[in-house]
């Protein structure tokens, strides 16, 4: 009896974990590397950058000097800009400006019609470019800047490969999703524009005072997304609610932990900063007096 009721539990959890995905695969991407099978490959290389992030490339880096990366950090920075400003045009084209986003039906898995195909081809290029993304985090490591290794930078570079790869597995069509990478891809232009600058040091650092103003995007992607989806829990038809409520979840989550960091990066350091102007105001006038 307890082995029936063990293997029904196995065979529950494998259908959830791997065979729903066969199943439920969109059959134009179907076939595409990483996407071809179920999550076990996506998983295991998360695993291998945890792995590295955590472990390997601290103890690697233990005895060794931060490494001097500015050139291949300066090229790699410039790319992913020109790459997300080439999504950001194509998607906005493709979402016919906004119009699409009021299309609330879930898209024909089986139009393989040659603009369609186009069009999920580089949805599948921007998902690759979010494994890309990943290289922002072994920078950090070869130079030593752990303390940019936060929660939150660690979970948003694993989730979005994972959720991204659930998109392209079963929606790649999706309106919501189109919405999301349109709003992502701007945001990511302006952050890897920020990265890139911030590489030429600290003569041009002192004129990158627009930072936070990056975490504000982000933060306003999030509201934007989340109202979205809102909408979309009323007027959706036909999407899978376990991929639709996987999404969902994520947008006050990330604006929680964006707000919290911005919180902490900013507001306290302007507290800071002007109880510091306060006091050294208070000692001034107090030099006058006496």
């Not at 695993?47 to 690697?60: C, D, E, N, R, S």
């Not at 189109?178 to 600058?197: E, K």
Request: hydrophobic share 50%; with cysteine; glycine share 4%.
């Amino acid at each position: 009896m307890a082995i029936m009721i063990i293997k029904r539990i196995w065979n529950g959890f494998w259908y959830c974990f791997h065979d729903y995905w066969i199943e439920a695969a969109d059959p134009r991407t179907k076939n595409f590397p990483l996407i071809e099978s179920g999550p076990e490959p996506v998983i295991f290389m998360l695993l291998i950058y945890l792995l590295f992030v955590k472990f390997i490339g601290p103890w690697f880096m233990h005895n060794r000097q931060p490494f001097i990366l500015r050139i291949p950090m300066l090229i790699y920075n410039i790319s992913m800009v020109v790459i997300n400003l080439f999504l950001f045009l194509f998607i906005l084209s493709r979402m016919d400006y906004g119009r699409r986003l009021l299309i609330f039906k879930f898209p024909d898995p089986n139009d393989f019609s040659p603009d369609i195909l186009h069009e999920i081809r580089i949805g599948y290029f921007c998902y690759l470019t979010r494994w890309a993304d990943l290289l922002d985090t072994v920078f950090f490591v070869l130079r030593k800047k752990y303390q940019q290794i936060t929660f939150l930078h660690l979970y948003h570079h694993t989730l979005v490969p994972l959720i991204g790869w659930m998109t392209v597995k079963i929606s790649p069509q999706a309106p919501v999703v189109g919405l999301f990478l349109l709003l992502n891809t701007f945001i990511h232009s302006i952050m890897y524009l920020y990265y890139a600058l911030a590489a030429f040091g600290p003569g041009i650092q002192k004129y990158l005072w627009w930072k936070k103003y990056i975490t504000q995007l982000q933060l306003t992607q999030f509201v934007i997304c989340g109202l979205y989806s809102i909408v979309m829990l009323f007027l959706q038809e036909g999407f899978p609610p376990g991929l639709f409520w996987i999404g969902f979840a994520q947008n006050p989550f990330f604006f929680y932990m964006f707000y919290d960091f911005y919180q902490k990066s900013y507001r306290k350091k302007q507290q800071q900063q002007q109880k510091q102007f306060e006091l050294s105001t208070t000692a001034l006038k107090h030099e006058k007096i006496h």
